[in-house]
């Protein structure tokens, strides 16, 4: 068994689109260990996504996650990471395939509905990032 981290952004939640990308991802197999809705502060924000630090888009990145509520969900299944990035499509929704979260949701490369661990090693990291062991059900 494989875990990921998702967020559904900002953008979504002010969408009032939760609902659905929840549906999506249950509808794929995954099981939801956790799951809150909060505010990133900057701190949280620019942190996790540090490995961005220094690239043109990170103030705006670190702008954007701290603009609204976010929910946050630590996911298990097989081959989670992969699953779930196909699930949610490209970075960019205009190349993302149709029938994926940001081809539904997302309105730009900044702005693009949620968020994925793009590793197994990723996905257990951003995982506890976000959930203490105690607040993942078992
Ligand atoms: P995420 O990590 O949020 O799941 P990702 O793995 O598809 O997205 P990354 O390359 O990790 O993409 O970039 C992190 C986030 O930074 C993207 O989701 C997007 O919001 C933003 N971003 C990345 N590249 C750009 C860009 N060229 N212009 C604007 N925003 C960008
Ligand atoms: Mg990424």
Do not use: W
């Not at 659905?20 to 620019?46: C, H, N, P, V």
């Not at 029938?99 to 949701?105: A, C, G, P, S």
């Amino acid at each position: 068994m494989e875990r990921t981290l998702c967020i559904i952004k900002p953008d979504a939640v002010r969408k009032n689109v939760v609902g659905e990308i929840i549906a999506m991802i249950t509808e794929k197999g995954f099981r939801i260990l956790g799951m809150k809705m909060i505010r990133l502060s900057s701190q949280d924000a620019g942190e996790f996504y540090a490995v961005h630090k220094g690239r043109p888009f990170y103030n705006d990145l670190v702008e954007f996650m701290t603009s609204g509520n976010v929910v946050v969900m630590a996911l298990e299944k097989e081959n989670a990471v992969v699953d779930y990035r196909a699930l949610i499509g490209a970075t960019d929704p205009a190349e993302a395939e149709e029938e994926t979260v940001r081809k539904r949701f997302a309105s730009s490369k900044g702005e693009n509905a949620v968020h994925g661990s793009d590793s197994v090693e990723n996905g257990i990291k951003e995982v506890a990032f976000f959930f203490s062991e105690r607040e993942l059900i078992g």
